[in-house]
């Protein structure tokens, strides 16, 4: 079963002006694959991204993930479905700055009275994967934008979420830091066969990504596989 698939999906903001932001997106993401999305200012990657995180219903169409339709679910179990089965990381990292490194990455376990001495291990062995094993005490405010953003990664990832959405990851770091963050995603999902749906407007970070979906005016028109490019519409 594939981790997601997107069929013909559509979204039309109603207002004075109706604006139709998605226009038939049909795609399919299986287990371990690290997909990117990239286009211009207003081609829909945005309402695509909240559509999948079901964040934002779309108009028509359908997404589905590990084969189940969290739009179809009550407001209740959507909720829930997102906390299991999603992993977020956002531009602007939003950790908390009250807490360590430590108590940021185990979050979402706590949610879920998860035992403390199980949180500490696996945010150990995550942090140690991602290369921020030595900063577990320190706080947030006192570490690196690229550190913070790592944090952030093994944040997404410690409740092994079926599929991680990154929007801009490396929107807010320099070129280095960008780097050693697309190298931290490179490694989740070459251990930890994590499945990956990037938007960003970097080129860089989306040379990391097996492949990746061209968007504009709401609909898909190219893909580049690694190595290779192919017109889809
Ligand atoms: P991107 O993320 O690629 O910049 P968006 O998904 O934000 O694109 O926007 C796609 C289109 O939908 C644009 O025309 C935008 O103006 C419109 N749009 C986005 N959000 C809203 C909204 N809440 N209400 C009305 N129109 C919107
Ligand atoms: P896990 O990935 O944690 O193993 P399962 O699908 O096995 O999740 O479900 C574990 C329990 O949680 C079951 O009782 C199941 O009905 C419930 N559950 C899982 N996902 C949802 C969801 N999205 N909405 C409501 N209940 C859910």
Redesign the pocket.
């Known amino acids: 079963m594939s981790v997601l698939e997107v069929r013909a999906l559509s979204k039309i903001y109603e207002g004075k002006v109706p604006t139709p932001a998605l226009k038939g997106v049909t795609f399919r993401m299986e287990r371990g694959e690290f997909v990117g999305v990239m286009g211009p200012s207003g081609s829909g990657k945005t309402t695509l991204l909240n559509v999948m995180a079901t964040i934002d219903e779309p108009t028509s169409g359908s997404v589905l993930i590990e084969g189940?339709e969290?739009h179809q679910?009550s407001e209740e179990?959507?909720a829930?479905?997102r906390r299991?089965?999603l992993g977020f990381i956002f531009q602007q990292f939003n950790l908390l700055d009250t807490l360590t490194i430590e108590e940021n990455i185990v979050l979402p376990l706590t949610l879920d009275g998860t035992p403390v001495r199980e949180m500490e291990s696996r945010a150990a062995a995550i942090a140690q994967r991602l290369g921020i094993g030595g900063l577990l005490k320190k706080y947030a405010f006192e570490v690196s934008g690229g550190e913070m953003q790592k944090t952030a990664i093994a944040r997404a990832i410690i409740h092994r979420p079926s599929l991680i959405l990154a929007d801009e990851p490396t929107g807010n770091l320099d070129s280095r830091s960008s780097r050693e963050v697309m190298e931290a995603f490179t490694a989740l999902n070459e251990e930890e066969q994590a499945t990956i749906f990037m938007v960003t407007h970097d080129a860089v970070a989306a040379s990391y990504c097996h492949r990746v979906i061209f968007i504009k005016d709401g609909k898909f028109y190219n893909e580049i596989y690694r190595g290779s490019s192919r017109q889809v519409f």
């Open positions: 189940r969290p679910m179990d959507t829930l479905f299991r089965k």
